[in-house]
Each structure stands twice: as structure tokens, then as C-alpha cells.
């Protein structure tokens, strides 16, 4: 077992093991790509967990049954670096693009905006409960949409009776709490989490949130994105950057990383190198609204970017034109003389021509035939078609 300082608190001790007695848990990204891979997990709420009819056969935990020595142990720790050896070098263009992108955000309202982790905590009255709903929220947002999330807040505070707190997870039962939050992803793992969080905050931290990123990582379902924002919105703290997959989708389609991230937190190292430390806090509010609204994952919509019609954007697309496959048939007839003769009886005359003889009604009969001719047109439509790549599109 091998120990250092943390470079967030000098006063907290990481230790890596080799080995890890109890439950091992892991972090949240590693968390999420197992839980991908697990074919019984259901992609919608609890059809199966029902307060009835399975409280009897679950265990709520007890005080004594929460203590770390017989419940959970803290997953193991990983230190969370909190800075490059070389730094990144600041991209040419950044506070243009910075400002750009700002000014647009400041004209359309996101999810965000309303229904961000920000917000869940505004309910509660108590500052402990204040700080407790602003993670719950948080552990409950990955892989989950700002409403999803913001409704499971919701359905989880009525569930407790009114407020969100350490007890009142604690007290409730597992199916309590999966009911409520049935609809965000992963909701099976995370009723876990939390649970199994809320005893560690009453037992380790005075059923309060912790005040650093590695005592916040430390707990399970807790990432570093997660560590980062909760110190942010809890306690004005701003240590670090919180990026998630907006932050690090369009940073990398603005090209400010050479070469591109493939994960998070490189994308939060490199960022943290270079850009100004007052910013930390706003980037990520004003990314991931500019990835709701308009740096969409798929399909973005650059048409109505403003780095896209000043040349600011290496990933901007342009609609393309492409011929579809739609056919329109344009018909024309027209009508074509064919047989022209006139009948009748003749005669010959004293010259010894041949005349005509008048009908019964004195003229001649006369014969047309018309045959219709119809000709066909076949007109080629041409119209706009999306051709965005589909990298970078595949986060959400
Ligand atoms: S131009 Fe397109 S890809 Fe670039 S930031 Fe704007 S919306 Fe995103």
C-alpha cells in the first residue's frame, strides 16, 4: 500500500491498494460502461420493485447495520490529478470563441438553465439538505436528461416526505427510493449509490457533503465531474472544472485540444492549463447550454452558429446538396393526324374523270382518324441533405 498527499487538501491521505477488503466499488465513467455490458439491467423505470411487494424481502439498512466496518468501504481512491507536467497551450482564437458562444447562449434558454443540478437544491431549507440534494441530484444526472433528472428530484422529495436528507434516505426503503427515480438511467445501480452514499456522509462527514474532490470521489457513483460541480454549487469552491460530455464534445469540435481528448478528464487537464481559473465555473454552464441547444450532439445545428458563419469552427458544416431519389412524371398528349380521306360513290364523267357523287344530303363524306400521342417527362428534384459526420456525435 503506497500513500501521498491529495493535491486538492493536503490534510487528506490517498492510499492505493493493491488489494481492497469489502465491497469494491468503482468510479462512475467505469461504473456506466459496466453497467452497459450488464444484459439484465432494464433501460425503464421498476417493473418488478414495488414497495408491496418486495419491501419484505428487502432490508432497509439500520444505523448500526450502516457503520463502514459491516456495511460499505469507501471505493478504493484514485488520486484526481489536478494538473498536466506541460501544460496545453491556450487555442489562438479561444476568447473570441469564448465570447461568441457566450453572447449566443445569453439568447436562448437550455434545460439547463431551469432544471440543472444547480436548481434541485433551491426546494430545501435546511444547508446540510441544501448541499445533500445538490449531489443526489448530481449522481442522479449521469446519463440522464436535465428533465429526467429534475423530475426524480422531485419524485424523490415527495417520496421522503418533503425534503431530501442523509436520514431520510437512510430511513427509506430501496424500493422508496427506485420508485422515484425509475426514470433516469441506471436507476438500480444508483439506488445503490445513494443509499450506500447517504450512510458514509452520516458516519464519515456529519451527514454533510464533503468539501474536497477526493473525499467527494471517495464515495460511491461520485466521479470527478460530479466532485468538481458539487463543490461548485455547494460550497462556492471552484477547484476544478466539470466537464461532461458537452464540455468535451465541443471543445474537441472547436479543435482548442491538439490532439483531440478521448476522455473526460484529459479534456479537463488541458483546460484547467490554460484558461483563466475565473472561468472554471462558467464553462461549464455555458457549454452544456450550448450543447442542448445548439452544438447538439447529433445533428448541430451550424446553420444558426455564429463560429460557423465567421469561419470560427474547424467542425462546421455546411448543408450539402445531393439529388434524391424522388421522380416526378410530367405527362403532355398530343393529338397527330394520321387518316384523311373522303368516301362517297363516284362516277365517270364525259371527260372520263372520276367524280364524286353527293350523298343523300348532298355532300361528300370525309374520313379523319387522329391518334393521340402521349409523351412523358421525368424532372429530377434536388434537395438539401445534412451530411455532418457522424464523429463526435455519439456521446448521448
Ligand atoms: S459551427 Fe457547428 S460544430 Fe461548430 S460550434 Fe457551431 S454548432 Fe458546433
Redesign the pocket.
Known sequence: MTSHASPYNPSVTLFELDTFAGEETVDEDEALSELSDVPDLPKAGPSKLTPKTSSKSRKTPSKAEGSPSKQKSPKKSKPIPSSLETPHPAPDNWKTVYDKIKEMRSKVVAPVDTMGCDQAHLQEADPKNRRYTTLVSLMLSSQTKDEVTDAAVKALRKALGGTISVAGVIDASEDTISTAIGKVGFWRRKTQYIKQTAILLRDNHDSDVPKTVDELCALPGVGPKMAFLALQVAWNLNHGIGVDVHVHR?TN??GWHKPPTTTPEQTRLNLQSWLPKELHLDINYMLVGFGQT??TPVR???DQ?T??SEGL?P???KPKVTKSKSKTVRTTRAVKLVKEEVTGDVKEDSDGEMVLLDDEDGKPKIEIAYEEEVKEAVVVKAEAVDNFPSVMNSEE
Do not use: D, F
Open positions: 465541443i469540435r472547436l445548439i452544438c448541430p445545428k451550424c452558429c463560429l460557423s469552427c467542425s462546421a458544416q
